[in-house]
């Protein structure tokens, strides 16, 4: 089983950049594809971006393609979510998930196994 905490969500303005870290311990990061989700308030967790084992194969929820990036280091056992041109209605609280589905990306939040606790990314306009 692997465990999952996520870090680097704060305080930005519209426009600005964060880049979010997701740390895994127990298991090896690279037994599982990763995916990012958020949660705003009174809203349903819905799904950002999703990465595959090996990286080569990401996949983008339209409202952010172009701005977040998802990446991963297997070797530090992180993966990452670098967020730009933040908007304040990309305010909410941010999950990286773990499926052990590992060879495909995921492309929404149904099937993950592993979830972190979440960081709050709270965009001001």
């Known amino acids: 089983q692997v465990a999952l905490v996520e870090s680097g969500g704060g305080l930005v303005q519209a426009g600005g950049s964060l880049r979010l870290s997701c740390a895994a311990s127990g298991r090896r990061l690279s037994d599982y594809s990763m995916g990012w989700f958020r949660q705003a308030p009174g809203k349903e967790r819905e799904f950002v971006a999703g990465?595959?084992?090996?990286?080569?194969?990401?996949y983008y929820a339209d409202f952010v393609k172009g701005r977040f990036t998802i990446s991963r280091d297997n070797a530090k056992n992180t993966a990452y979510l670098q967020m730009s041109g933040l908007k304040p209605e990309d305010t909410a609280v941010y999950y990286c998930?773990?499926?052990?589905?590992?060879?495909?990306?995921?492309?929404?939040?149904?099937?993950?196994?592993?979830w972190g606790k979440g960081t709050l990314v709270t965009v001001s306009s």
């Open positions: 990465i595959n084992w090996s990286g080569r194969s990401t």
């Open positions: 998930a773990a499926d052990t589905n590992y060879m495909v990306a995921p492309h929404n939040r149904y099937g993950m196994d592993y």
